[in-house]
T-cell receptor, first 116, second 116 residues
Framework: AQTVTQSQPEMSVQEAETVTLSCTYD???????LFWYKQPPSRQMILVIR??????QNATENRFSVNFQKAAKSFSLKISDSQLGDAAMYFC?????????????FGDGTTLTVKP | DVKVTQSSRYLVKRTGEKVFLECVQD?????MFWYRQDPGLGLRLIYF???????EKGDIPEGYSVSREKKERFSLILESASTNQTSMYLC???????????????FGSGTQLSVL
């Protein structure tokens, strides 16, 4: 069975600084998807960024980027120029290729605090 | 704007009661999902549905059932609520993977259920 591990239950960052959230996963598959989701205090989760394992290029979405290391099974999220609105719980998730994103395996989450 | 609406934000029920959690999406999505979110455990899939009247068990279906009579509505049913079902329940929806679109999950704002 696949597992997703987020080793940092809590992280904090100063506003305008950069922070990296860690995620490792375990799988025997060669093709799969990886996701980072953000859950703000409103509780409504939104997709932050998505990576297909066959793509060597790291995904980026504005201030959010990932460092995808397939051999190491690592998928970290970097948030640049942190803003107060980035404060949330962040979940890393894995889904095998060809399956529904809704059937992803989720990590336990990392709570990010942004200090003004 | 895309919407997944969960009928209650907070719910308090007594042990043994039958509980209905409702979820409605307005995006004509084929797939709908129910998760529970517990601290330190991430999100765990309870049930999902890929079409009207179709359902499949997720990772933790025991003690739950679901109903999908209409495409836009997916209900989670706790037949006889127990205290260990106290949790945050999240609903999500997405388009069919078979449509070839880059699948994206849309979440509701969650229902915090307390069973006393």
């Amino acid at each position: 069975a696949q597992t997703v591990t987020q080793s940092q239950p809590e992280m904090s960052v100063q506003e305008a600084e950069t922070v990296t959230l860690s995620c490792t996963y375990d799988t025997s598959e060669s093709d799969y998807y990886l996701f980072w989701y953000k859950q703000p205090p409103s509780r409504q989760m939104i997709l932050v960024i998505r990576q297909e394992a066959y793509k060597q290029q790291n995904a980026t979405e504005n201030r959010f980027s990932v460092n995808f290391q397939k051999a190491a099974k690592s998928f970290s999220l970097k948030i640049s120029d942190s803003q107060l609105g980035d404060a949330a719980m962040y979940f890393c998730a894995y889904a095998p290729w060809g399956t529904n994103a809704g059937k992803s395996t989720f990590g336990d989450g990392t709570t990010l605090t942004v200090k003004p | 704007d895309v919407k997944v609406t969960q009928s209650s934000r907070y719910l308090v029920k007594r042990t043994g009661e039958k509980v209905f959690l409702e979820c409605v999406q307005d995006m004509d999505h084929e797939n709908m999902f129910w998760y529970r979110q517990d601290p330190g455990l991430g999100l765990r899939l309870i049930y999902f549905s890929y079409d009207v009247k179709m359902k499949e068990k997720g990772d933790i279906p025991e003690g739950y059932s679901v109903s999908r009579e209409k495409k836009e509505r997916f209900s989670l049913i706790l037949e006889s609520a127990s205290t260990n079902q106290t949790s945050m329940y999240l609903c999500a929806s997405s388009r069919s993977y078979l449509q070839g679109l880059r699948e994206k999950l849309f979440f509701g704002s969650g229902t915090q259920l307390s069973v006393l």
